[in-house]
């Protein structure tokens, strides 16, 4: 099937496969979105981040006609709700928000968000990054169930985020935490989920047939990795990069490259107007 000439043509055979198969059978397509960078712009301070002004409308208008939208995010997932947008919005009855990397799920149907109970590392870690930051030029997000610190705001930022990263690597290996590095941000967090597991584990959920994965940062990697193997195993998938200079992989491993949550609002924008 010929793509639009509203829609990008993918750089990738596997690429083109994925949105072919995604334009054929959009009631199987799931399309899995990243939140900051991806459905919104990066800010300095993470708290002041929002869905880009057109996301919730690109959104709304491609929701009900594939099977699922899903939103996994290393925030909690009220957070991602609030700062999205999401809940009551008409036309996202079919939205999920995996939080915590998974860990956390809000269905829009319900308006709940279900979780197990927080791995006790955190609370350790939490207690002592103060002394080990002290003097860094470093801010701390606290998510609940992981602990963020960026240095975005420090007066070298990719200085500060190198001289951080055996430290802290050490402070959660300690605590049975892993470190998530991402744009300036070293995340500390359980082990055993990832956006790749998220991602899989929805798509088997739901009986996925083809997967669109968008995202920016090097988190987003293992949702990536996953596409590909749901490839390997027969499922059709398209990658998506929100264009960032700062994650350069993303780009060369991405089948379709787009101008930032900007890019990304009008992908789902035509891919909406092309099933419509």
């Not at 057109?54 to 995010?73: F, G």
């Not at 082990?191 to 090097?218: C, H, N, Q, T, W």
């Not at 398209?238 to 994650?247: A, T």
Request: hydrophobic share 45%.
């Amino acid at each position: 099937m010929p793509t639009s000439p509203s829609l990008s043509t993918p750089s990738t055979k596997a690429g083109r496969e994925g949105l072919d198969a995604l334009l054929a059978r959009p009631g199987k397509a799931l399309i899995g979105l990243d939140f900051d960078g991806t459905l919104a712009p990066i800010v300095a301070d993470p708290e002041r981040a929002r869905a880009h002004p057109r996301a919730l409308a690109a959104l709304a208008a491609l929701a009900p006609k594939v099977a699922a939208v899903a939103v996994i995010t290393g925030r909690p997932a009220e957070v991602a709700v609030r700062n999205g947008g999401f809940a009551g919005a008409p036309g996202l009855e079919h939205l999920v928000v995996l939080g915590h990397y998974g860990a956390e799920r809000w269905d829009a149907r319900s308006g709940k968000v279900t979780a197990p109970d927080p791995h006790p590392g955190v609370d350790a870690v939490r207690a002592e990054l103060p002394g080990l930051l002290d003097g860094s030029g470093t801010w701390v997000e606290d998510k609940g169930r992981a602990v963020a610190v960026h240095t975005r705001r420090a007066a070298d930022p990719q200085a500060a985020f190198e001289a951080l990263r055996e430290p802290l690597t050490d402070l959660a290996t300690r605590h049975g935490l892993i470190v998530e590095p991402g744009r300036m941000v070293l995340e500390l967090r359980p082990p055993g989920m990832d956006k790749g597991v998220a991602l899989a584990g929805f798509a088997r959920e739901i009986g996925a047939g083809s997967v669109l994965y968008g995202g920016d940062d090097l988190g987003d990697l293992p949702a990536y990795a996953a596409v590909d193997t749901l490839r390997a195993d027969g499922t059709p998938g398209l990658l998506v990069c929100s264009g960032s200079d700062e994650v350069t992989e993303l780009r060369e491993r991405a089948d379709l490259v787009v101008d930032g949550p900007e890019g990304v609002v009008r992908l789902l924008g035509a891919l909406a107007d092309r099933l419509g």
